[in-house]
């Protein structure tokens, strides 16, 4: 891969995560979906399950979804519940010219509706991602997420 192929496919890949938060927090599913390779694998199992604790403070988050069919458009908000999720650091690795694996840091705060166990969720860890080209386009193929802290109030 040549240098600008290389600047150039860090840069799409940084729009693709930018974009999946973005959808994910305003509930935009078709945002979300543009960004997905079409067989991705989004494992969301054990993402909101505190190391430390033990404790899963989510467990009807504990999913796998196979194929960008999968996602639904409302996401969390049809739930009553706001996020925000922010990601930063990527450390971005090719396996070849058109894919590549990337972790990123990750804190997420989720706001649940009143009468909820908690009012807030705060989780910190990382994303391990994999990303593929397909016809000249970046998308998200797998993503997983792992823990550091998670805390509720």
């Given at each position: 891969?040549?240098k600008?192929?290389r600047?150039?496919?860090?840069?799409?890949?940084?729009?693709?995560?930018a974009?999946?938060?973005?959808?994910?927090?305003?509930?935009?599913?078709?945002?979300?979906?543009?960004?997905?390779?079409?067989?991705?694998v989004?494992?969301?199992?054990?993402?909101?399950?505190?190391?430390?604790?033990?404790?899963?403070?989510?467990?009807?988050?504990?999913?796998?979804?196979?194929?960008?069919?999968?996602?639904?458009?409302?996401?969390?908000?049809?739930?009553?519940?706001?996020?925000?999720?922010?990601?930063?650091?990527?450390?971005?690795?090719?396996?070849?010219?058109?894919?590549?694996?990337?972790?990123?840091?990750?804190?997420?705060?989720?706001?649940?509706?009143?009468?909820?166990?908690?009012?807030?969720?705060?989780?910190?860890?990382?994303?391990?991602?994999?990303?593929?080209?397909?016809?000249?386009?970046?998308?998200?193929?797998?993503?997983?997420?792992?823990?550091?802290?998670?805390?509720?109030?």
């Open positions: 891969m040549k600008l192929e600047i150039s496919a860090i840069e799409a890949i940084q729009q693709i995560k974009r999946y938060c973005r959808g994910v927090d305003s509930s935009d599913g078709d945002l979300v979906k543009s960004i997905l390779a079409e067989d991705c989004l494992d969301y199992m054990g993402c909101c399950t505190d190391p430390v604790s033990g404790i899963d403070f989510f467990p009807a988050m504990n999913v796998i979804l196979r194929g960008r069919d999968s996602w639904t458009s409302n996401g969390m908000s049809g739930l009553g519940i706001v996020s925000v999720h922010q990601s930063y650091n990527l450390e971005l690795e090719f396996s070849s010219d058109t894919t590549a694996k990337g972790i990123w840091s990750m804190t997420d705060r989720l706001w649940f509706p009143s009468g909820s166990q908690f009012s807030l969720m705060t989780g910190y860890g990382h994303y391990h991602e994999t990303y593929e080209q397909v016809e000249s386009v970046w998308l998200l193929k797998t993503t997983r997420i792992s823990r550091i802290r998670v805390e509720t109030c």
